[in-house]
Structure formats: structure tokens, C-alpha cells
């Protein structure tokens, strides 16, 4: 080790790359305070060219996952957080992933308690404008976001949400037989559950991708292995969320028998 002391010379070299150093730190601050464009201490520390995985395994962009009702996204969210670090969501977090009861929900407030700071994904199942007013307000620390929709087949969707049966929810039947389309269409609407979670207006704030549902659990999770930090233990002992709603019985849905219903109902969705 060098004693400063005993070495002027040292010192001196020491002394002038410190002095080099805060004059770039100036130069470059400099250029950040006198830019046009608006300052976001964040985004300027973060960058925006920064390569997929930054520094810290943390990815270019922040992911956000649209939980709309019926596509399996508790399980996704549960599946994820035993997965990757550094997920945040609604139903489950990666840094206690494996001690809560699967499907345990952290509220809202909450999630805002804890703040956004270390995430690198976060599921939520709240109205789409939530995440504009969430971002405008800086909760993500203007860091670039790119929000993910599962889709799922529409006919599909609309059954898996009539048969739908939790909290203010019970199981609702379509009116095959209703005599006006008016009627039917009105038994379709009453299957809706929670349609307020996306919004086009959601493409003009943020890059907006659609994620096959059938491939929730397989591809999409190998997907985000390119970009998400792997956990070094996942807890395997909890994986497998079993579905708090009985199964689905086609049988009893009279809409798969009716050809003139599904193409008319496609149509209307």
C-alpha cells in the first residue's frame, strides 16, 4: 500500500486524477442542466442506452404485466415471483415468494408504501389509467416501461368469466334462447368481469406488447429469462397454484352448439 505521507509524488498524481474526475462530473451535469429536455435525476443515471441487463442485473426497461381477470394471472405473478428477483406484484413479491400463501395480495397502498425503487416487473390488477397516473407521478422513476397483455381467445375468455365465482361474483349463464340480440347481448355483457384494466389509450404512453395466455407458464416465462435475473433458489415446494374455482363443464354451455352464436358473438367482442 502506498503511504501518501511519504510519497508527494503519489499524492500529486492522486490529487490530479481526482480534480480530472470532477471536472468531467461537472462537464456532464453541466450538459444535463442546461438540456431542453426535461431532468429526470433516474432516467439521466440509468441511461437510456443501457445494454438488456444493467448494471446490477437489472433490465433496460422496467416490465409491467396488465392482470386481466380470467387469464391466469395470479398464478403467472405467483409463478413469476418464484422465478426472477425483483418482482413486484399485487399477488405476489419475489423477496418473500415461497413464505406467503400463494395468492396472498398485497393492496394497492401497500405497493405504494413499499414504492417501486428495486423493481424490475410489477403485476397489477388495477384500472388501466392507473399505471399513467402511476408513471406521470414518477413512481417508476421515469425509467422506460413496457407493458405486457396476455390475450386470450375471446369466445374462451368470455365463458371463463361467466363461469367466474368470487367475492360479489356467482356463475352467469348465456340466454342461448333469448328472442331479441339485444337480450343475448345483454347476458354477454353480464359475464364481463373487471373490463377496466386496459385501455388503447395505454399505447400512447408506453410500448404495449400482447403475450399468448396458452403459452403463460411456458414460453412467456423463457422469454423473460432474457431479460429478469433468475432467483438462485426457487421454491419448488409451492409451485402449482391450485384454482380456488371448480372446473368448467362445456357441456353445460350452450353457446358451443349454436355456430350462429359464436360467430355473432366474436363479432361483438
Keep these: 500500500m502506498i503511504n501518501l ?150 369466445i374462451e375468455h368470455l365463458m371463463s368469466m361467466c363461469h367466474h365465482d368470487f367475492g360479489e361474483y356467482e356463475p352467469r349463464f348465456l340466454e342461448c334462447d333469448a328472442k331479441t340480440d339485444e337480450e343475448y347481448f345483454d347476458s354477454v355483457k353480464n359475464c364481463f368481469v373487471e373490463m377496466n384494466r386496459y385501455e388503447y389509450d395505454l399505447t400512447e404512453h408506453f410500448s404495449v406488447k400482447c403475450f399468448d395466455f396458452e403459452q403463460s407458464f411456458t414460453g412467456y416465462i423463457e422469454y423473460l429469462k432474457n431479460f429478469l435475473e433468475e432467483r438462485r433458489i426457487v421454491p419448488d415446494q409451492y409451485l402449482n397454484l391450485k384454482s380456488s374455482h371448480t372446473p368448467r363443464n362445456k357441456d353445460d354451455e350452450c353457446i358451443w352448439g349454436r355456430p350462429d352464436l359464436l360467430e355473432k358473438t366474436r363479432k361483438y367482442l
Design 5 to 154: 505521507r511519504q510519497n508527494s509524488r503519489a499524492s500529486v498524481i492522486l490529487a490530479t486524477i481526482y480534480s480530472i474526475g470532477l471536472i468531467q462530473l461537472g462537464i456532464e451535469i453541466g450538459q444535463i442542466i442546461h438540456s431542453e429536455e426535461p431532468f429526470h435525476p433516474q432516467r439521466q443515471l440509468r441511461g437510456v442506452e443501457r445494454k438488456a441487463i444493467d448494471c446490477g442485473g437489472h433490465p433496460k426497461k422496467l416490465y409491467g404485466h396488465i392482470h386481466i381477470a380470467k387469464t391466469g394471472g395470479t398464478s403467472l405473478n405467483n409463478d413469476l415471483a418464484e422465478t426472477f428477483e425483483r418482482v413486484c406484484g399485487h399477488k405476489a413479491y419475489s423477496f418473500d415468494a415461497g413464505q406467503n400463501p400463494k395468492g396472498k395480495m398485497t393492496m394497492p397502498d401497500v405497493m405504494d408504501a413499499i414504492g417501486y425503487e428495486d423493481c424490475d416487473y410489477i403485476s397489477h390488477e388495477m384500472y388501466s389509467s392507473w399505471w399513467i397516473e402511476k408513471s406521470e407521478a414518477g413512481a417508476f422513476h421515469y425509467v422506460d416501461m413496457e407493458l405486457h397483455v396476455p390475450c386470450r381467445d375471446p
